[in-house]
């Protein structure tokens, strides 16, 4: 990323008047780096590599760095809050659920007699109700909270990423060889 008067700029939401370092990120800067790290594995490294071209433009550093901290913290916190949203509601729903089936399963079945014809159906009827009731919350308990780990994990990374600084960095092509790139 470039440290630079007029790119700063488009890094922050361009209607918020507070100082920089308590600015919101832009939505296209959170989603550029979004996507830079989509690719990042569990036991990766995450760094802020920042390009200065001169000496005022190092000034920008520090306060991107604890705007940018400061985001992906909050965001790291909504994220926890949706996690617990997301175990409460699906707990809720399995107990519901075997209460329902402990009723249809055990209750239900005594109010008609062993010599009905239509006491097999039922039972048979129950059995499919029970197991699609509970199907769902166990599914999303089992099946569906990786996720939630691994972007809080994610937001954890870029909520406390130390920074680079690259200082005059300056590329050219030696010896007219398109390949080889001398910094």
Known sequence: ???????????????DPAPIYKRQLSHQFERYILDTVATAKRYDVIFYKFKCTNENDKQYAEPLMYAV????????????????????????????????????????PLLFKQ?????????????????????????????????????????????????IIIENEKRTVANNDPMRVVA
């Open 1 to 15: 990323m470039t440290l630079d008067q007029q790119v700063i700029d488009g890094y922050f939401n361009k209607h």
């Open 69 to 108: 901290h400061r985001h992906f913290s909050d965001r790291k916190t909504e994220r926890m809050k949706e996690f617990v949203r997301f175990k409460q509601r699906n707990w809720i729903l399995l107990a519901v659920g075997i209460v329902v089936a402990i009723i249809c399963q055990g209750f239900l």
């Open 115 to 163: 010599s009905q014809t239509l006491h097999t159906g039922l039972i048979n009827s129950l059995d499919i109700f029970a197991w699609v009731l509970l199907w769902h919350p166990i599914d999303e308990l089992i099946f569906h909270w990786n996720p939630y780990l691994k972007d809080i994990h994610l937001l954890e990374k870029l909520g406390t990423a130390e920074s």
